[in-house]
């Protein structure tokens, strides 16, 4: 059974950073593209960041863009990422999701619909 399994959050004041990590150890996970999806009380699930299967190409939602850097290591099975400057609208339950995709170039949708596994998620709390 292919689980994710999500670890890293927890609360810090504004400014400060986290590293999220994600660990699949019962997936083919160099197969698969990886992403990180956030979701705060009473909004909808929203795209954070995607990283591809090779080639370490990546895509990031614009409110992240140059504070957030994802990253995999295949060898581990576990994709990170990377939280600096952080603010209070980055509070939210962060979980990483993996699609299979043929081409080691690509990353992931901006739309969960795609994604076939999830983790269960890992609270992120910022405040000033």
């Known amino acids: 059974q292919v689980q994710l399994v999500e670890s890293g959050g927890g609360s810090v004041q504004v400014g400060n950073s986290l590293r999220l990590s994600c660990a699949a150890p019962?997936?083919?996970?160099?197969?698969?593209?990886m992403s990180w999806f956030r979701q705060a009380p009473g909004k909808e699930r929203e795209f954070v960041a995607s990283?591809?299967?090779?080639?370490?190409?990546?895509k990031y939602a614009t409110s992240v863009e140059g504070r957030f850097t994802i990253s995999r290591d295949n060898s581990k099975n576990t994709v990170y990422l990377q939280m600096n400057s952080l603010k209070s609208e980055d509070t939210g339950l962060y979980s990483c999701a993996a699609v299979f995709m043929s081409s080691h170039r690509a990353t992931g949708s901006r739309e969960p619909g795609p994604y076939r596994y999830w983790g269960q998620g890992t609270q992120v709390t910022v405040s000033s």
């Open positions: 990283i591809s299967r090779g080639f370490g190409i990546t």
């Open positions: 019962a997936l083919t996970f160099n197969n698969y593209v």
